[in-house]
């Protein structure tokens, strides 16, 4: 049994590198894993018995299953193109774990707006970011996109001056003057430093983005969760324990612990500090996040936990959901460029153009929110970097219903079912994206009124309908701000190989060289 001798091996080698504290999570889930596994797997055999009875369900394809020699692990976006083009755009996999339903673009809107198909209750049982950080009554942070779109997009043109401001910060403490030309070996923890206090900056005020353990915890909570979770491999030999494991054993770690006693530590004397303050008829209220988490959430009202606490778990909800993808994104737009550095020129120029227009050039924040939102072709080279990075099979939903929902065309997803999107049969799409699919095309949506924050069926990346994700437009200005203030502030050369990133999951690579821009 040669598989599971390389289990159990993989098991004792992970065993002696971890701490005692996790090193007691595992005893605990140890002792639940086989009682567990065998009711899951009879219980998993029924559901399975049904499921593959029914009537109108697609061809299935394991993951594992190499076609023209790569499997959806080794390349995943050549295998969803492989698979689409033997089976069509729908078929089964196990690819993300769990077996689930890939449907063709066709279904793209039907699958986001169709009631009982669940986007959240998906991205729970996956990674349950509530349950790991010890939040129980989800109930009461189901507004949080209602909160954002109301009280972080219409104030995007007074946060943007904010921003630029904190990003000169990182850029001098990371650059300096630049006698001589530095070389950054990998962008990722360079563009986090400007994103984490950018966004911290306006989350939690000016005052707190200044602490650096803050500002620095707020950009690796996601990272050091998500490594955290990739080490656990009983999750993936016993799936079903997964959900157990994040909601009652994750908040008990070392990772999420340390993340949590820095929020009591400076974020919770801040909420009481304004508490205090808001008896004084002459304080100014901050114009941050978290002053407007503390309007809209009366301290008076019972949160079922402590009001700190409450308004502490908000704080990394907005965190978790925003500074890590923000970076990913902006990472693999520069990256892009580097690849591509012959339109670097071009994009100098529509800035200058921009900035002339606006009367800003040559001023301290000359890089408005107007100014960045007038950027047309940066705008067009952002969402192509984004639809070249959604190509394999994304955006899972389950059907939390209890009855079969059936698709428009005939397609049967019965409940407790995944059903995911192969994004490759949209973003490679000549009818939905224009000719020569599989270029890197920069001005493709160019005079399209196709910007990065138009949502569709054909630009998926921050979903569609009621699960669109309501700070891409603070996510997109933040990423075009970043752009901008480094072509124009800098001259950047790839000083290594760039590789570009095949899917959203995987991540460029190369080093940077920059030096200071005289002209």
């Known amino acids: 049994m040669p598989a599971f001798e390389n289990t159990v091996q993989k098991g004792s080698d992970l065993l002696q590198r971890m701490t005692k504290q996790d090193q007691a999570v595992v005893a605990a889930v140890t002792l639940t894993a086989v009682a567990t596994a065998i009711y899951a797997t009879r219980a998993g055999t029924s559901r399975k018995r049904k499921f593959h009875f029914l009537q109108n369900l697609p061809p299935y394809v394991s993951a594992d299953t190499a076609i023209d020699g790569v499997t959806y692990h080794t390349d995943p976006r050549k295998w969803t193109e492989k698979v689409t083009e033997q089976y069509g755009g729908t078929f089964r996999t196990d690819a993300i774990g769990r077996e689930t339903i890939v449907v063709s673009r066709e279904l793209a809107r039907e699958v986001f707006l169709t009631d009982g198909l669940s986007f959240t209750r998906a991205v729970e049982d996956f990674t349950d970011v509530l349950g790991m950080f010890g939040i129980k009554d989800r109930r009461r942070y189901d507004h949080s996109g209602r909160f954002v779109t109301m009280n972080l997009t219409p104030n995007l043109k007074n946060f943007t001056k904010r921003v630029n401001v904190q990003l000169n910060i990182v850029l001098d403490r990371w650059l300096g003057d630049l006698k001589e030309p530095k070389v950054i070996g990998h962008l990722f923890p360079f563009v986090q430093s400007m994103v984490s206090k950018a966004s911290t900056c306006i989350f939690l005020g000016d005052e707190m983005c200044n602490n650096d353990e803050l500002v620095a915890s707020c950009g690796d909570v996601t990272k050091d969760v998500g490594q955290l979770l990739r080490r656990n491999w009983w999750t993936k030999t016993f799936p079903t324990l997964n959900s157990w494991y994040q909601r009652y054993i994750f908040p008990n770690t070392a990772a999420v612990q340390k993340h949590r006693k820095i929020a009591d ?49 908000w704080v990394f909800v907005l965190v978790f959901a925003s500074i890590h993808t923000t970076t990913d994104n902006t990472t693999a737009v520069l990256y892009w460029l580097m690849k591509h550095p012959e339109y670097i020129d071009e994009l100098r120029k529509e800035q200058e153009e921009v900035l002339e227009q606006e009367g ?160």
């Open 265 to 313: 530590q400076f974020i919770a004397p801040e909420i009481e500090k304004r508490l205090r303050l808001e008896q004084d008829a002459t304080w100014k209220r901050p114009d941050d996040l978290l002053q407007k988490l503390i309007d809209a959430h009366p301290a008076s009202e019972d949160y079922g936990v402590p009001y700190a606490q409450y308004i502490i778990n």
């Open 360 to 519: 800003t050039k040559g001023s301290d924040l000359e890089l408005t929110f107007d100014a960045v939102k007038k950027m047309a072709k940066l705008d067009s080279f952002t969402r192509e970097v984004l639809r070249l990075r959604t190509q394999d099979i994304m955006f899972t939903h389950k059907n939390i219903s209890n009855r079969d929902v059936e698709m428009s065309n005939g397609t049967i997803v019965p409940p407790g079912t995944y059903i995911t999107l192969n994004t490759w049969d949209i973003s490679f799409n000549p009818d939905l994206q224009g000719d020569n699919v599989d270029d890197f095309q920069p001005w493709r949506f160019l005079g399209s009124n196709r910007q990065a924050v138009k949502i569709g069926e054909d630009h998926l990346t921050f979903g569609i309908g009621k699960h669109a994700c309501p700070g891409r437009f603070f996510a997109v200005q933040e990423i075009k701000t970043i752009v901008s203030l480094l072509i124009s502030k800098y001259n950047m050369t790839a000083a290594t190989e760039i590789t570009l990133p095949t899917t959203f999951r995987s991540m460029a690579m190369g080093a940077v060289k920059f030096e200071k821009r005289t002209a």
